[in-house]
């Protein structure tokens, strides 16, 4: 199946199943991430993920570490996949949120991702039954470098939206996946950042002419001063004042 049937059939899936726009947003935001770290080269390094630039995804965040051939196991994940699972999934296998038949599609994405390099994206729908609400769920697989050089690191997301989670633990099966190559770009080119002007410390009032030529200031002429006349001793008196008396004691 092309690009373009992959495309057809994810948004077919999205517009039968609900998209709140969380998903979207979320999935959106992490590849925008991946994106900017890497400026138009394959894949970025792992080394380079910033906490802080992911703030608005942590929750739904996670990092994988290759293992075995379309297996990848959890270093680090935020705290929503734990509460799908009810328990902690760090070092667990990605397939441990699938059902035995999501598992396979899954892996295939999985391993897309690490040998293409890749970038994946899967709707996913969650296994239901009592005490477990309908669930939808949108997830992102993104390639990145280990210290090493070699891409067998995944940064990613899984974002889950219905009635609630229920009882755990929830697993998912996959109802569409698209599977993209990584293209080589152009780096982007960082903006030069503006001057900071005075108005961004509340000085625009205080400096009314800022970003105005000065108005030229009127030179006001000097009259010349007549030298003062030298003073001329008159009486021995005045004479005698102008003299200092050094002593050699």
Same mark, same amino acid.
């Given at each position: 199946?092309?690009?373009?049937?992959?495309?057809?059939?994810?948004?077919?899936?999205?517009?039968? &199943?609900?998209?709140?726009?969380?998903?979207?947003?979320?999935?959106?935001?992490?590849?925008?991430?991946?994106?900017?770290?890497?400026?138009?080269?394959?894949?970025?390094?792992?080394?380079?993920?910033?906490?802080?630039? &992911?703030?608005?995804?942590?929750?739904?965040?996670?990092?994988?570490?290759?293992?075995?051939?379309?297996?990848?196991?959890?270093?680090?994940?935020?705290?929503?996949?734990?509460?799908?699972?009810?328990?902690?999934?760090?070092?667990?296998?990605?397939?441990?949120?699938?059902?035995?038949?999501?598992?396979?599609?899954?892996?295939?994405?999985?391993?897309?991702?690490?040998?293409?390099?890749?970038?994946?994206?899967?709707?996913?729908?969650?296994?239901?039954?009592?005490?477990?609400?309908?669930?939808?769920?949108?997830?992102?697989?993104?390639?990145?470098?280990?210290?090493?050089?070699? $891409?067998?690191?995944?940064?990613?997301?899984?974002?889950?939206?219905?009635?609630?989670?229920?009882?755990?633990?929830?697993?998912? &099966?996959?109802?569409?996946?698209?599977?993209?190559?990584?293209?080589?770009?152009?780096?982007?080119?960082?903006?030069?950042?503006?001057? $900071?002007?005075?108005?961004?410390?509340?000085?625009?009032?205080?400096?009314?002419?800022?970003?105005?030529?000065?108005?030229?200031?009127?030179?006001?002429?000097?009259?010349?001063?007549?030298?003062?006349?030298?003073?001329?001793?008159?009486?021995?008196?005045?004479?005698?004042?102008?003299?200092?008396?050094?002593?050699?004691?």
């Amino acid at each position: 199946m092309d690009n373009m049937d992959h495309d057809h059939d994810m948004k077919d899936q999205l517009a039968r &199943l609900g998209d709140t726009g969380v998903g979207r947003r979320v999935v959106s935001q992490m590849r925008a991430y991946w994106e900017g770290l890497r400026q138009g080269r394959d894949v970025p390094a792992r080394a380079e993920i910033d906490p802080r630039g &992911l703030q608005n995804t942590l929750e739904y965040a996670f990092i994988l570490e290759r293992v075995a051939p379309g297996m990848g196991r959890f270093r680090l994940a935020g705290m929503h996949l734990n509460d799908l699972m009810g328990m902690e999934v760090r070092g667990m296998p990605l397939t441990a949120l699938f059902t035995p038949e999501g598992r396979k599609r899954v892996a295939d994405a999985t391993e897309a991702v690490f040998s293409g390099p890749s970038i994946a994206e899967l709707v996913l729908t969650a296994e239901a039954g009592i005490g477990k609400p309908p669930m939808t769920a949108r997830m992102i697989l993104l390639p990145m470098k280990s210290d090493m050089g070699d $891409v067998t690191r995944i940064l990613g997301c899984l974002v889950a939206e219905g009635q609630g989670i229920g009882r755990t633990p929830r697993r998912f &099966l996959v109802e569409a996946s698209h599977v993209e190559p990584v293209k080589v770009g152009v780096p982007t080119p960082a903006k030069t950042p503006a001057p $900071v002007r005075p108005e961004a410390f509340g000085l625009g009032e205080r400096l009314p002419h800022f970003g105005k030529p000065a108005a030229p200031v009127a030179q006001v002429p000097r009259v010349a001063q007549p030298p003062k006349p030298a003073f001329t001793a008159r009486t021995p008196e005045e004479r005698r004042a102008m003299f200092r008396v050094v002593s050699n004691d």
